[in-house]
């Protein structure tokens, strides 16, 4: 199976930062790659789909690049609201498989 | 309005069998990529299953040979069949769209405990 590695783990950051995470896949996958925010207690909610694609309702302050394999969410000024365990998932017809997460705390 | 609602959760104790269910309503499980997706406590995501529209299944290796997806159509359901349970599938279980759709239920929580 496809592995995906996120980085960092834990990112200290304070409000109107930019911030950058960064999901690695094991080989190439394309661009078959979601974001998903995740707060305590909450299920996932889906940030970007495709690598780069904004799901509707969420903010323009969240953006997707990359394909192949490596893959970079970024939230351009960092808003109270965002702080949450950020996911990257690969997935296609034949897998899905998560990364294991970058929790943005308050700095 | 879409929404999917997972039940069936629960104790279960070491070797025994469980199944959750996950209805769905606005939304065509048959038709649509779905997915389960689980969540120990204070840990990472994990895709346990995915069916496709088509048919395919696929499985996480943790859980081949133990966990079965399926659909009913006629209700608009998706289910998890899970025998042989381990202390370490104990977990919160999701059930999900695909990410272009966006949807998730609230996870029903299973327990697996002597």
């Known amino acids: 199976d496809i592995q995906m590695t996120q980085s960092p783990s834990t990112l200290s950051a304070s409000i109107g930062d930019r911030v950058t995470i960064t999901c690695r896949a094991s080989q190439s996958i394309s661009s078959w790659l979601a974001w998903y925010q995740q707060k305590p207690g909450k299920a996932p909610k889906v940030l970007i789909y495709?690598?780069?694609t904004l799901q509707s309702g969420v903010p323009s302050r969240f953006s997707g690049s990359g394909s192949g394999t490596e893959f970079t969410l970024t939230i351009s000024s960092l808003q109270p609201d965002d702080f949450a365990t950020y996911y990257c998932q690969h997935y296609n017809r034949y897998s899905e498989t998560f990364g294991q997460g970058t929790k943005v705390e308050i700095k | 309005e879409v929404q999917l609602v997972e039940s069936g959760g629960g104790l279960v104790q070491p070797g025994g069998s469980l199944r959750v269910s996950c209805a769905a309503s606005?939304?065509?499980?048959?038709?649509?990529?779905m997915s389960w997706v689980r969540q120990a406590p204070g840990k990472g995501l994990e895709g346990v299953s995915v069916?496709?529209?088509?048919?395919?299944?696929h499985y996480a290796d943790s859980v081949k040979g133990r966990f079965i997806i399926s659909r009913d159509n006629s209700k608009n359901t998706l289910h998890l069949q899970m025998n042989s349970l381990r202390a370490e599938d104990t977990a919160v279980y999701y059930c999900?769209?695909?990410?272009?759709?966006?949807?998730w239920g609230q996870g029903t929580l299973v327990t697996v405990s002597s």
């Open positions: 606005g939304f065509s499980v048959s038709n649509n990529y």
């Open positions: 999900a769209t695909n990410p272009s759709a966006g949807y």
């Open positions: 069916m496709y529209s088509g048919g395919t299944i």
């Open positions: 495709m690598a780069s």
